[in-house]
């Protein structure tokens, strides 16, 4: 059974900046891996991703203030978060795509909590 692991979250002033980790368990090769995020009250949207090479995308709400980025060997991902804002609070999920299967993983969510 694949697990992410994500780490990195927690409470950080506005203007601050937070990076975000997700490691993969087993030998699995991902075609994509990313960051979404839940808001209470509100859908879960995506943050980013970024293919196995290395083609990312953002949501504008992000765009110049994150940067997506992959481990080498290719099972982890990170989110460096900068110049953040309140409206950034949220659960930040990790997500994966298997290379073959093309079957979605998720993490459990690790807690981002910005303050005014």
Do not use: H
Request: proline share 2%; aromatic share 10%; hydrophobic share 35%.
């Amino acid at each position: 059974q694949v697990q992410l692991t994500e780490s990195g979250g927690g409470l950080v002033q506005a203007g601050g900046s937070l990076r975000l980790s997700c490691v993969a368990s087993g030998n699995g090769l991902w075609s994509a891996m990313g960051w979404y995020r839940q808001a209470p009250g509100k859908e879960r949207e995506l943050v980013a991703t970024i293919t196995m090479r290395a083609s990312a995308n953002y949501a504008d709400s992000v765009k110049d203030r994150f940067t997506i980025s992959r481990g080498r060997a290719g099972n982890a991902v990170y989110l460096q978060m900068n110049s953040l804002k309140p409206e950034d609070s949220a659960v930040y999920y990790c997500y994966a795509r298997g290379y073959r299967s093309e079957r979605e993983y998720w993490g459990e969510g690790t807690l981002v909590t910005v303050s005014s």
